[in-house]
């Protein structure tokens, strides 16, 4: 459903999201969230472009969410790195489809209901959960 790279950039950003007030380092990030440090390096990159975390460098830098948790979504999270790709055209590119047939119509609508369940849950509600099962923790049974 989603990019690898999207699922790395939600397991960063959830993991930046535990802790706001202090920059955590590649290394950190790498080994908490279990993706590689250079893909995650690129990952974070892609973030900072656009505008979902900062970094800062030197000693005591590292990466923090440049938002609350609570006005990030997990859409925002995917489309920084990955986003959706909607069906506007034929993807066969047959002239005679000017809209799109019956089948590429239902497949755009399963992506629009995705985008929007995406787009209505926030960073900050994942953390929040109720459910027993903590984003990117062990839990002692």
């Not at 005679?96 to 900050?124: N, Q, W, Y």
């Amino acid at each position: 459903m989603i990019s690898k790279t999207a699922e790395y950039a939600l397991r960063a950003v959830t993991c930046l999201a535990t802790d706001t007030e202090r920059p955590a380092s590649a290394d950190v990030l790498a080994e908490k969230t279990k993706v590689p440090r250079r893909y995650l390096t690129r990952v974070l990159q892609d973030l900072a472009g656009q505008g979902l975390v900062t970094s800062r460098s030197g000693p005591g830098g590292g990466y923090v969410l440049a938002s609350a948790p609570e006005k990030v979504t997990i859409l925002d999270v995917i489309n920084a790195v990955s986003p959706l790709e909607r069906i506007n055209s034929c993807p066969l590119g047959l002239q005679s489809h000017t809209s799109l047939c019956p089948l590429h119509a239902e497949l755009d609508k399963a992506f629009a209901a995705t985008e929007a369940a995406f787009a209505g849950v926030t960073i900050r509600e994942l953390l929040d959960s109720t459910n027993p099962i903590v984003p990117l923790r062990e839990v002692a049974r």
